[in-house]
């Protein structure tokens, strides 16, 4: 994973006497975007801590960002689309916003740091809005790794900044096979035909086959980072199913294959590994 390439660089500095306190706080928010939802438990007190030190940052920016706030409060509390310039004009705000704040850190300082209005940034409201920037999640960190890159290219770890960029690459690439998984997926996740809410014995029988063919696909590829997973709407991966065997997760993953099989259940997915 990118979080593990980023450790590696970063211990590599180390041993050069670089500072590398920034690039450890991304190795830390990387791997959140990349894992699900109780792999990284024991990061918690790490991620607490850099949201600490970004509390400043955080309130700044958030203040700055009221504008934004507050027209997306009245458009939900009014129940009134947003006009086409309007939703340019929050997602170039969000942009900029995601560049400096983590993304992850927005979405936790509810329970972390509260601030008064970061609610209306939650990332599932925004992104059932059709209001997320590409990339957001990235953002902050691509932003951060370019800064990087450029410094250590100007005090002549030429090797080390190189490995940044190509970095920067491939979580750009990463990001945007999550994002072609979750398009493609979800048009394949129609389970509930008649859309009453609840699975009819023939919708139960059409899942059943689903399952079953990914519990095939898991025996085959389960050690391959090919699977996706997705938890409150957000996708995260890829990543190696083998790597999640005896981890406490959340039973409201979903896991899908390629992004070519439709979401699926992960738990009974893993119980056949």
Not at 19 to 37: C, H, K, M, S
Not at 185 to 195: F, I, Y
Request: glycine share 6%; charged share 25%.
């Amino acid at each position: 994973m990118s979080h593990d390439t980023l450790l590696r660089i970063a211990k590599d500095l180390e041993k050069q006497g670089v500072d590398t306190r920034v690039l450890r706080d991304l190795e830390n928010e990387l791997a959140t975007i990349e894992a699900p939802p109780g792999i990284f438990g024991r990061m918690t007190a790490a991620v607490k801590g850099s949201a600490k030190r970004n509390w400043g940052r955080m309130v700044g920016e958030v203040g700055e960002s009221r504008e934004l706030f507050s027209l997306i409060q009245q458009r939900i509390k009014n129940e009134q689309p947003l006009s086409n310039q309007e939703k340019a004009k929050i997602k170039s705000q969000l942009a900029d916003l995601f560049k400096v704040v983590p993304a992850g850190f927005i979405a936790a300082t509810n329970t972390i740091l509260p601030i008064p209005g970061t609610s209306m940034l939650t990332p599932i409201l925004l992104v059932k809005m059709g209001l997320m920037p590409s990339r957001w999640r990235e953002a902050h960190i691509l932003n951060e790794l370019r800064k990087q890159s450029k410094h250590l290219r100007e005090t002549g770890h030429l090797a080390e900044a190189a490995e940044l960029d190509a970095l920067q690459q491939r979580i750009g690439n990463e990001s945007d096979a999550r994002e072609d998984a979750s398009q493609r997926a979800a048009l394949l996740t129609h389970w509930d035909k008649d859309n009453n809410g609840v699975l009819d014995e023939e919708e139960k029988r059409v899942y059943q086959i689903a399952l079953r063919q990914l519990q095939t696909k898991a025996l085959q590829h389960g050690s391959e980072e090919r699977w996706f997973l997705k938890h409150n709407g957000q996708v995260m991966g890829p990543v190696n199913l083998d790597h999640l065997k005896g981890v406490d997760l959340d039973s409201a993953l979903l896991v899908c294959f390629d992004g070519k099989s439709g979401w699926v259940a992960l738990e009974p997915i893993l119980e056949d590994l």
